[in-house]
């Protein structure tokens, strides 16, 4: 069963900084885009990054931009989420995703057809 791993959620106080990591298998790595998603209690999932698999091009939703870096990590088959002044209503719980979007679907969830299980982050003072 194809698998990603995420991990370096934690609890923070507002202003600090994070960075979450997820590991994929090869083929999923050297295949597919990569994105990160939240999602908080009684909300939707919420598009938060993504990083394309032929060309590296980086999307960001609208709330992080300017914060959050994605990137891919070639050497470790992972993609990494550098969040930066995080801020209260960044507490969601982060999933990394797997998929094939075209650019007009890179934010939507129904284009990612791997997912892994998730991990916390909780900004509060």
């Known amino acids: 069963q194809e698998e990603l791993v995420e991990s370096g959620g934690s609890l923070v106080q507002p202003g600090a900084s994070l960075r979450l990591s997820c590991v994929a298998p090869?083929?999923?790595?050297?295949?597919?885009?990569l994105a990160w998603f939240r999602q908080a209690p009684g909300k939707e999932r919420e598009f938060v990054a993504a990083v394309r698999y032929h060309n590296g091009m980086t999307y960001y939703g609208d709330s992080v931009k300017g914060r959050f870096t994605v990137s891919r990590d070639s050497a470790r088959n992972a993609v990494h989420l550098q969040m930066n002044s995080l801020k209260p209503e960044d507490t969601a719980l982060y999933y990394c995703a797997a998929g094939r979007p075209i650019t007009s679907t890179v934010r939507s969830t129904n284009s990612y057809t791997f997912w892994g299980q998730g991990t916390q982050v909780t900004v509060s003072s």
């Open positions: 090869g083929r999923i790595f050297n295949g597919y885009g």
